[in-house]
């Protein structure tokens, strides 16, 4: 079977999520949708018009709502062999999928997933501990900005500007900040620069738009895995210098 085939057989099969396998998740691992794949899917479907990309995220959405919430902590389930057995950290979370299937398909499962997951890191985000990594900085703000924009809740808001304006503070002007681990990796610090822009986005507050900058100056000549996840910090870093 061709690739794009046993893709689209797993997703099905799966009810929705899709299997890593091999030696370096593990044998019996499944993504739990690891990386918002499915607002990559509407995203797709936003540019073609392919029905194909709309009936797939759909799928993802609801697999994230109803086996990947775990709705009686609100926190969500990290990818894992026997998939919830661990509890997924900042770096690991996301509502933008969910959001859009509400959006596009009223299916309101999937907004009130979302809103149980922000709820969940609105208290969270408040421990600098849960802030430890970039990736953990991005993919926090990245997931819980959209939540606000979905309800203009001020509660989504002040948590996340409290963790801006902390992060802020310790960070220097080189672009790193002072957290708990020093990853040196591109990615994620074009994870944590985005997660400033959406939150520049929101706001125009044009110290985070440099503080943006700042970080992704820095990722220039780090190790580069999945270099492709720095192209919307980037992306954004040309059009505004031209650098």
């Given amino acids: 079977l061709s690739i794009r085939r046993q893709r689209q057989m797993c997703i099905r099969d799966s009810w929705g999520d899709v299997y890593y396998g091999g030696e370096y998740k593990g044998t019996n ?28 995220a759909r799928l993802m959405a609801q697999h994230q709502a109803d086996i990947d919430t775990n709705h009686k902590t609100g926190w969500q389930w990290k990818h894992s062999p026997r998939h919830v057995e661990i509890q997924a950290e900042f770096g690991h979370t996301f509502t933008r999928g969910l959001l859009d299937s509400f959006y596009l398909t009223g299916h309101r499962r999937s907004r009130e997933a979302a809103l149980t997951l922000g709820d969940y890191f609105i208290k969270q ?33 002040n948590a996340a500007s409290n963790t801006v304006e902390r992060l802020l503070k ?15 990796i591109a990615f994620f610090n074009g ?7 959406y939150y520049y986005r929101a706001t125009g507050d044009e110290r985070v738009a440099d503080a943006a900058l700042r970080v992704i100056r820095r990722a220039r000549g780090f190790y580069p895995e999945y270099a492709g996840r720095t192209l919307e910090a980037l992306s954004w870093a040309y059009q505004r210098t031209r650098e």
């Avoid at 310790?170 to 040196?184: C, H, M, P, S, T």
């Avoid at 994870?191 to 822009?197: D, E, S, W």
């Fill in 29 to 56: 691992s499944y993504m739990n949708l690891e990386y918002d794949v499915h607002h990559n899917f509407f995203c797709q479907f936003a540019r073609t018009g392919l029905r194909k990309y709309l009936d797939t």
């Fill in 125 to 157: 985000i408040r421990n600098p501990r849960e802030m430890g990594n970039e990736r953990q900085i991005g993919w926090g703000l990245i997931s819980l900005l959209p939540v606000y924009e979905a309800t203009w809740d001020a509660k989504y808001f």
């Fill in 170 to 184: 310790g960070l220097d002007a080189r672009g790193k900040f002072d957290i708990r681990w020093d990853n040196r």
């Fill in 191 to 197: 994870i944590a620069a985005t997660g400033f822009l």
